[in-house]
């Protein structure tokens, strides 16, 4: 091993053991060092890039609780997390800026991986529905240069859809919840449940695009939805299931925030920057594909297409975020995301800001909540 690749991976172990606050020794710190730490930094990778895998697998099964239901099944898991082994590998190399490996899903083939937890429908053009409306322009001046509304006391915990393709409803619920954090002084975490059953709003421009509970959604749809019902139930009053229940359970009488108006934000970054710190977390749509074997770091891929398939909430943004070796540090959006607190940054995924990586900045919506009697 040469002392220029010995370098490179002993920068990306350290990087590990920061981003990821790991103890020593731990399962997790081998788990998550799978992939090739040189990969993408112009490298050559271990010549068996299977090295191992059967030991990981076996890490993964124990970190995860994963269990099959038969030794067919586990031979085809196996096989799927094989697969993504090299996924991720791949990924290291048109990511290198992130950290790439195993996480929750690397048993998932894609198109379950796509079917299971992402589920923002209509999402191919920027669309107002009916009450909608396009947000002012705000001044850019003075912005900070960082800024962070987990610091503010904006955002509720990290949340776990489950194999729920209901990602837009926790992208609306965590939008207005900071909304209504900003209106009442009150954090309080909202239904997604509610979104789940009651919701069948649909775009008036795509035929079939209806919020559709476990089967997907649009996060504008849900903020119509929440208008017209006139709020939503705290999540205690109405718990999240991660399933289709098929009935309604909405109460009126125990609506804890509501909807005053909605507006969608320019594709300008500044002006989401000042949208986000003016009105709190905003509600953005992004293609996930990275995501997937996602770990720790500033995710900055060198191509990514922008066919937006996940709803997730935009929290703030940082200026100067880790990089390898010869790179620059980039600026990057933090997104807190709902697979828990297990994934990614615990529960959070920081994604470079500059050149509308992943369509990050495609389809950003704001929500302002007006304070209702049950709170």
């Known amino acids: 091993m040469d002392n220029r690749f010995s370098l490179f991976l002993i920068s990306a172990l350290l990087l590990i053991s920061a981003t990821t606050s790991l103890p020593e020794n731990s399962d997790d710190a081998i788990i998550r060092q799978v ?10 990778l271990s010549d068996d890039p299977l090295l191992g895998a059967e030991h990981h697998f076996t890490l993964f099964k124990k970190k995860y ?4 239901a038969n030794q067919e099944e586990h031979a085809f898991r196996f096989k799927v997390f094989q697969k993504n082994l090299k996924r991720a590998r791949r990924h290291q190399r048109m990511d290198p800026s992130a950290i790439h490996g195993v996480t929750q899903f690397s048993d998932l083939t894609r198109s379950e991986f796509k079917r299971t937890v992402l589920g923002l429908r209509g999402s191919r053009r920027l669309r107002l529905p009916t009450d909608a409306h396009t947000a002012p322009i705000l001044p850019t001046e003075g912005l900070p240069e960082d800024f962070d509304w987990r610091d503010h006391g904006a955002v509720t915990e990290v949340k776990n859809q489950g194999s729920c393709g209901s990602c837009w409803s926790f992208s609306a619920t965590g939008a207005l919840e900071g909304a209504n954090y900003l209106a009442t002084g009150k954090l309080l975490s909202l239904s997604e449940q509610q979104l789940v059953d009651c919701d069948h709003e649909c775009d008036p421009e795509e035929a079939g695009a209806c919020d559709s509970g ?3 959604g649009l ?23 991660g399933t289709d229940r098929g009935t309604c359970k909405f109460d009126k009488s125990k609506i804890a925030a509501a909807v005053s108006n909605f507006s969608v934000v320019s594709l300008d970054e500044d002006q989401i920057a000042a949208n986000l710190v003016k009105n709190g977390p905003l509600a953005v749509a992004i293609n996930a594909v990275f995501m997937q074997t996602y770990v720790g770091g500033v995710s900055c891929p060198y191509i990514c297409s922008r066919r937006l398939d996940h709803g997730v909430l935009l929290v703030g943004y940082g200026s100067a975020g880790y990089a ?10 933090i997104i807190k995301n709902s697979w828990g607190e297990s994934w990614g940054e615990s529960g959070f995924y920081k994604i470079c800001r500059g050149r509308n990586i992943c369509g990050v900045d495609s389809m950003v919506s704001t929500v302002a909540a007006v304070q209702t009697t049950s709170q």
């Open 65 to 68: 609780g994963k269990s099959y």
């Open 324 to 333: 390898p070796v010869r790179m620059k540090e980039k600026p990057y959006w």
């Open 214 to 216: 476990c089967n997907g």
């Open 35 to 44: 992939v090739d730490a040189g990969a993408g930094v112009g490298e050559t």
């Open 219 to 241: 996060m504008n749809s849900a903020f119509e939805y929440t208008l017209k019902a006139g709020g939503l139930m705290k999540e205690k009053d109405y718990p999240y299931t």
